[in-house]
C-alpha cells in the first residue's frame, strides 16, 4: 500500500491514508486527532478485511447515486465486530455497493454503548441530509451513555462527515445550505434628514423629468 499524508490549516481535517495497489481492496484513513481509523470498502473486498476490524464499530452502507444525485444509506452499529457484520450484509442487503467502516485506534476502542449512541447520531445526521434516502427502519438509540461521554464521541461526527463528502456523499442538510447563502441586502427606510429639495439647492440633482 502507498501512504499519503493530507494536512491543512486550522479548519482543514489532517488524515493519514494508505490506499492500497489494487484498486478494488479497502483504503485505510487514520484520523490521529480523534484516534479514529476508517476504511472504505467495496462490497467484492469485504473478504479483504484484517481481523483488526473485528472489534466494535459502527459503519455506512452507501448506494451507488441515482440520476438526480440522491443515495441511498443503511447506518449500523457492530458490537460483536465490524468484519463480522458487514459480511452478514452481503447476504442480507444487495442495495449498497460500498461501505465505510469507524472503529477506535486505540487499545481501548468503543464499546457496545458507545456504538449504539454513534449508530443514532450518524442516523440522525444522513437523515436531515438533502440528498439522502435512509434504509432504516426505525431510528436506533443507545441514551445509556453519560453527557461526558457524549461530548467525546461527538467529536469524531466532523471527521466522519468530512470522509463522506470526500468520497462523494455530501451529508449536507437543507438548514446547511439556508445558513450558507449570503445575507440578502435591504432597503432601509431610515431618515438621514436630507430632503431632495436640499440636493437640488446645492446642485448634486437636476429638476427635470425621471
Same mark, same amino acid.
Not at 432601509?188 to 430632503?195: A, K, P, Q, V
Given at each position: 500500500?502507498? +501512504?499519503?499524508?493530507?494536512?491543512?490549516?486550522?479548519?482543514?481535517?489532517? &488524515?493519514?491514508?494508505?490506499?492500497?495497489?489494487? #484498486?478494488?481492496?479497502? #483504503? !485505510?484513513?487514520?484520523?490521529?486527532?480523534?484516534?479514529?481509523?476508517?476504511?472504505?470498502?467495496? /462490497?467484492?473486498?469485504?473478504?479483504? !478485511?484484517?481481523?483488526?476490524?473485528?472489534?466494535?464499530?459502527?459503519? %455506512? &452502507?452507501?448506494?451507488?447515486?441515482?440520476?438526480?444525485?440522491?443515495?441511498?444509506?443503511? %447506518?449500523?452499529?457492530?458490537?460483536?465486530?465490524?468484519?463480522?457484520?458487514?459480511?452478514?450484509? &452481503? /447476504?442480507?442487503?444487495?442495495?449498497?455497493?460500498?461501505?465505510?467502516?469507524?472503529?477506535?485506534?486505540?487499545? =481501548?476502542? =468503543?464499546?457496545?454503548?458507545?456504538?449504539?449512541?454513534?449508530?443514532? /447520531?450518524?442516523?440522525?445526521?444522513?437523515?436531515?441530509?438533502?440528498?439522502?434516502?435512509?434504509?432504516?427502519?426505525? /431510528?436506533?438509540?443507545?441514551?445509556?451513555?453519560?453527557?461526558?461521554?457524549?461530548?467525546?464521541?461527538?467529536?469524531?461526527?466532523?471527521?466522519?462527515?468530512?470522509?463522506?463528502? !470526500?468520497?462523494?456523499?455530501?451529508?449536507?442538510?437543507?438548514?446547511?445550505?439556508?445558513?450558507?447563502?449570503?445575507?440578502?441586502?435591504?432597503? +432601509?427606510?431610515? =431618515?438621514?434628514?436630507?430632503?431632495?429639495?436640499? !440636493?437640488?439647492? %446645492?446642485?448634486?440633482?437636476?429638476?427635470?423629468? =425621471?
Amino acid at each position: 500500500m502507498t +501512504s499519503a499524508s493530507v494536512a491543512g490549516s486550522a479548519d482543514q481535517l489532517p &488524515l493519514s491514508v494508505l490506499l492500497p495497489e489494487d #484498486a478494488g481492496a479497502p #483504503a !485505510l484513513i487514520y484520523d490521529t486527532t480523534a484516534a479514529l481509523a476508517m476504511a472504505v470498502v467495496d /462490497r467484492g473486498a469485504v473478504a479483504e !478485511l484484517t481481523g483488526d476490524w473485528d472489534v466494535p464499530g459502527v459503519y %455506512v &452502507l452507501l448506494d451507488r447515486h441515482d440520476a438526480e444525485g440522491t443515495w441511498g444509506c443503511y %447506518v449500523g452499529k457492530a458490537p460483536g465486530g465490524v468484519r463480522t457484520r458487514l459480511a452478514q450484509h &452481503l /447476504r442480507s442487503r444487495d442495495h449498497w455497493c460500498r461501505a465505510l467502516l469507524i472503529r477506535r485506534d486505540t487499545t =481501548f476502542g =468503543f464499546n457496545s454503548a458507545h456504538v449504539g449512541w454513534l449508530e443514532g /447520531r450518524l442516523y440522525d445526521l444522513l437523515d436531515a441530509a438533502a440528498d439522502t434516502h435512509l434504509h432504516n427502519g426505525n /431510528r436506533p438509540s443507545d441514551e445509556t451513555l453519560p453527557p461526558y461521554e457524549r461530548a467525546a464521541l461527538e467529536s469524531i461526527v466532523p471527521p466522519i462527515r468530512r470522509v463522506l463528502r !470526500l468520497l462523494g456523499y455530501d451529508t449536507e442538510s437543507p438548514d446547511d445550505q439556508v445558513a450558507a447563502r449570503p445575507a440578502a441586502r435591504t432597503r +432601509s427606510n431610515r =431618515f438621514y434628514g436630507i430632503t431632495v429639495k436640499q !440636493l437640488l439647492d %446645492v446642485g448634486l440633482l437636476t429638476a427635470g423629468r =425621471f
